[in-house]
């Protein structure tokens, strides 16, 4: 079975793993992100590739990357927490370091294409993932390949208009009614408290004891979820809507979220919409780079589940 070096860059560490074509891990760890310069980038994964090389035979490098990737020139556009990644040529940098090919798509996608691989979306070719966190992102994917957009921006759900976009208050667009951060905001102002002293799981941890204050602001942020759901699916029509993030580990809000959903149905809909959790959490970048890989190079691609 061929063995490939993945790379998984964030904007504080850079998780790597050795990795079967089948998506199996062989091992994996991780590193500080280099903080400044492109050739301190390019050195560490070099040094990573040519550690694993001298383990088993390493047939090519799958990068995780933000920002707008261009996966034909290996150019980042765009911004991101790492500016030095924004303009070289990555995949001619890290080919001349180490003579093998590297394929790199953005981290979102490959979030979503770990799913269509061997996650919650296995089983269909149409699909949107919706991550929620400090803003809402996502990726289309469509016929198990990635819909990119003409300027790679599909799949930035959060940008969506839900209120008065002529207000000059917060709440014009998505991320500003229904992402994680938008919910600590919410609960700060309603209890007096600053914002900076509360996350998510703060939020529901008090939640889960009953604070009335809290309930209430999640509700609201259930309903806004589901607005924003609702759009999304008239506009795609998708085989299955997944909630990625980490607050799509709470079961209960998945449930809510559905039991929303449902109450649209007949009053502003005919659809049938609902919404599944992601398979994959921490491991979905390498996971799906891995996956782009191989769909951009040919590899027969192995789908059965690991």
């Given at each position: 079975?061929?063995?490939?070096?993945?790379?998984?860059?964030?904007?504080?560490?850079?998780k790597y793993a050795l990795m079967k074509e089948d998506g199996s891990f062989v091992e994996?760890?991780?590193?500080?992100?280099?903080?400044?310069?492109?050739?301190?980038?390019?050195?560490?994964?070099?040094?990573?590739?040519?550690?694993?090389?001298?383990?088993?035979?390493?047939?090519?490098?799958?990068?995780?990357?933000?920002?707008?990737?261009?996966?034909?020139?290996?150019?980042?556009?765009?911004?991101?927490?790492?500016?030095?990644?924004?303009?070289?040529?990555?995949?001619?940098?890290?080919?001349?370091?180490?003579?093998?090919?590297?394929?790199?798509?953005?981290?979102?996608?490959?979030?979503?294409?770990?799913?269509?691989?061997?996650?919650?979306?296995?089983?269909?070719?149409?699909?949107?993932?919706?991550?929620?966190?400090?803003?809402?992102?996502?990726?289309?994917?469509?016929?198990?390949?990635?819909?990119?957009?003409?300027?790679?921006?599909?799949?930035?759900?959060?940008?969506?208009?839900?209120?008065?976009?002529?207000?000059?208050?917060?709440?014009?667009?998505?991320?500003?009614?229904?992402?994680?951060?938008?919910?600590?905001?919410?609960?700060?102002?309603?209890?007096?408290?600053?914002?900076?002293?509360?996350?998510?799981?703060?939020?529901?941890?008090?939640?889960?004891?009953?604070?009335?204050?809290?309930?209430?602001?999640?509700?609201?942020?259930?309903?806004?979820?589901?607005?924003?759901?609702?759009?999304?699916?008239?506009?795609?029509?998708?085989?299955?809507?997944?909630?990625?993030?980490?607050?799509?580990?709470?079961?209960?809000?998945?449930?809510?979220?559905?039991?929303?959903?449902?109450?649209?149905?007949?009053?502003?809909?005919?659809?049938?919409?609902?919404?599944?959790?992601?398979?994959?959490?921490?491991d979905s970048n390498l996971i799906g780079a891995l996956y782009h890989y191989m769909q951009?190079?040919?590899?027969?691609?192995?789908?059965?589940?690991?």
């Open positions: 079975m061929k063995h490939y070096a993945v790379i998984d860059l964030g904007g504080s560490a850079i994996k760890s991780s590193v500080p992100t280099p903080r400044e310069g492109i050739e301190n980038f390019i050195d560490e994964v070099t040094k990573i590739v040519k550690e694993y090389d001298r383990k088993v035979k390493i047939e090519g490098i799958a990068l995780s990357m933000p920002g707008a990737v261009d996966v034909e020139t290996g150019i980042i556009a765009g911004a991101s927490a790492i500016p030095y990644i924004h303009g070289p040529n990555i995949k001619d940098l890290l080919f001349e370091s180490t003579g093998l090919r590297v394929e790199l798509e953005n981290d979102a996608n490959c979030a979503g294409l770990a799913e269509a691989w061997i996650g919650s979306a296995k089983d269909v070719n149409d699909f949107i993932c919706i991550v929620i966190g400090t803003g809402i992102g996502g990726v289309v994917v469509l016929n198990k390949k990635v819909r990119r957009g003409k300027n790679l921006h599909a799949g930035e759900f959060g940008c969506m208009l839900v209120k008065d976009y002529m207000s000059e208050t917060l709440g014009r667009n998505w991320s500003d009614v229904a992402s994680t951060t938008s919910l600590v905001h919410a609960v700060a102002k309603r209890k007096g408290m600053d914002w900076k002293t509360l996350n998510g799981k703060k939020v529901f941890e008090l939640f889960d004891r009953g604070d009335e204050e809290v309930i209430i602001e999640v509700e609201k942020f259930i309903k806004y979820l589901a607005v924003g759901i609702f759009n999304v699916a008239y506009v795609i029509d998708p085989e299955k809507i997944l909630i990625g993030g980490a607050i799509s580990a709470r079961k209960e809000l998945i449930e809510q979220l559905n039991a929303v959903l449902a109450t649209m149905r007949g009053k502003h809909a005919t659809l049938d919409i609902s919404v599944e959790q992601c398979a994959f959490e921490n951009q190079t040919g590899v027969n691609i192995v789908s059965e589940q690991i």
